[in-house]
């Protein structure tokens, strides 16, 4: 096992394209979760899914942004008409739900850094 | 709505030094809490967590962290620092409860520089 993943590690782009970032959790993981981490800044929760159901989403989630988790395994997340506000570094992470009240600790990937010109 | 601050932005101590990390949280309950370490553009690692028992909690690369519910504090704690210990260091809130979707609330970190 060799962690979360994420690709790319970085990406930059125009304003106004659209840019798509990929996310392997960790293999038996069923909670994948998306944060978003700006410069000098904490990491803030943008959504999660258990196994491929998005069960919640923050209000930092606008409409530009999607995220996909299709088959419970990896994830997307798109983000459309970029904006030079939507630079930052996007973290994916992972954990295992084994029951009610029982979850092991996000494990989190290297990020994909975003940066929009 | 749950917060965590850091209060310390920067700080600089010299190797072989001792390390506090201070972090205070609001939450309704008693919640997960958790220290992260981050080097420069890199994810983050879990240096330790709290759940419940004993408020001491060992974590690794030497660390430990005592949570203390009165004052609303979970403080990281080093005897003895290594150059490499140089990173930003987060700490982060979830919630307690049946079911707890794991969503971290992090504070804004703590940057350590450590001098040789």
């Known amino acids: 096992d060799t962690g979360v993943s994420q690709d790319p590690r970085h990406k930059i782009t125009k304003r106004g394209q659209n840019v798509t970032f990929r996310c392997d959790p960790i293999s038996e993981h069923n909670r994948l979760y998306w944060y978003r981490q700006t410069l000098g800044q904490g990491p803030e929760f943008l959504t999660y899914f258990q196994n491929e159901a998005q069960l919640e989403k923050s209000r930092l989630l606008s409409d530009r942004f999607s995220a996909e988790r299709p088959k419970g395994s990896f994830s997307t997340l798109e983000i459309q008409r970029t904006e030079q506000g939507d630079s930052a570094m996007y973290l994916c992470a992972s954990s295992l739900a084994r029951g009610v009240g029982m979850n092991t600790e996000a494990f989190f990937g290297q990020g994909t850094r975003l940066t929009v010109v | 709505a749950q917060s965590v601050t850091q209060p310390d932005i920067h700080i600089t101590v010299s190797e072989g030094a001792s390390l506090e990390l201070r972090c205070n949280y609001s939450y309704g309950a008693t919640p997960y809490l958790f220290w992260y370490v981050q080097s420069p553009g890199q994810g983050l690692q879990l240096l330790l967590k709290?759940?419940?028992?004993?408020?001491l909690v060992q974590g690794i690369k030497g660390f430990e962290a005592e949570f203390k519910r009165s004052q609303s504090s979970f403080n990281l704690r080093k005897p003895s620092v290594h150059w490499s210990d140089a990173a930003e260091y987060f700490c982060?809130?979830?919630?307690?409860?049946?079911?707890?979707?794991?969503?971290?609330?992090f504070g804004k970190g703590t940057l350590l520089t450590v001098n040789p």
């Open positions: 982060a809130v979830g919630p307690l409860l049946r079911g707890s979707n794991y969503k971290l609330t």
């Open positions: 709290y759940f419940s028992g004993d408020t």
